[in-house]
């Protein structure tokens, strides 16, 4: 067996836990779809039968998504939304089996156009009652940038307050790093027979 680094960073933590959460076939949600590489991320686990939907605020970041999916022969499989993550409720009726959320400004874009403590915990709301058994939803924090450690905070304590019979939480951090390294939160709803 090759032997490899484990550790890169809470993004591929995320799309490693994904990717045994996600089959082909499934409904995805990436809440944040900035410049679509976790957008693309999910259209290839779902497959063909399967469906992704994107969520952003900037029309910038959809473009820069369609753009990616095109190239990948994989955007038919994607619906783009030009809305806030907290309205989900009015395009998402479908059961979802895995959701990423990856916070804070859109990189190479406006960086004082951040996700928010409030409408980001108000879209886990809605989310929850979207999940599928065993669906997995990952978040990973920002802390660097004005705002982020606040959201980062709200974000865990409404974690933290799920109820332990119905969801498993668990978080991922690197603490020898140096410049505020991104944190994972992932969240797994519990399956029937747990
Ligand atoms: C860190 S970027 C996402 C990176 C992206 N997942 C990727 O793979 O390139 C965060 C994105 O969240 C978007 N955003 C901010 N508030 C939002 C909201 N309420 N709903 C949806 N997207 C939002 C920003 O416009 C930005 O593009």
Sequence with gaps: MAKNRLFINAVQEAKRLMSQAVAIGDVCLDA??????????????????????????????????????????????????????????????????????????????????????????????????????YGLITLVLYTGHPGGEEEAKKVTAWADALPQDGWDVISFSFPNRENNSPILLAIQKRGEQC
């Design 32 to 133: 944040t779809c900035g410049n679509g590489h976790d957008t693309l991320f999910l259209a290839n686990l779902v497959g063909a039968q399967g469906k992704v939907f994107a969520f952003d605020v900037q029309q910038m970041a959809l473009d820069s998504t369609q753009k990616r999916l095109q190239l990948a022969n994989v955007a038919e499989r994607v619906s783009l939304i030009n809305d806030g993550h907290q309205q989900m409720a009015e395009y998402v009726h479908e059961k979802i089996a895995g959701a990423m959320f990856n916070l804070g400004y859109l990189p190479g874009g406006n960086k004082g156009l951040v996700t928010k403590p409030n409408t980001t915990v108000a879209a886990l709301d809605i989310l929850t009652e979207l999940m599928l058994p």
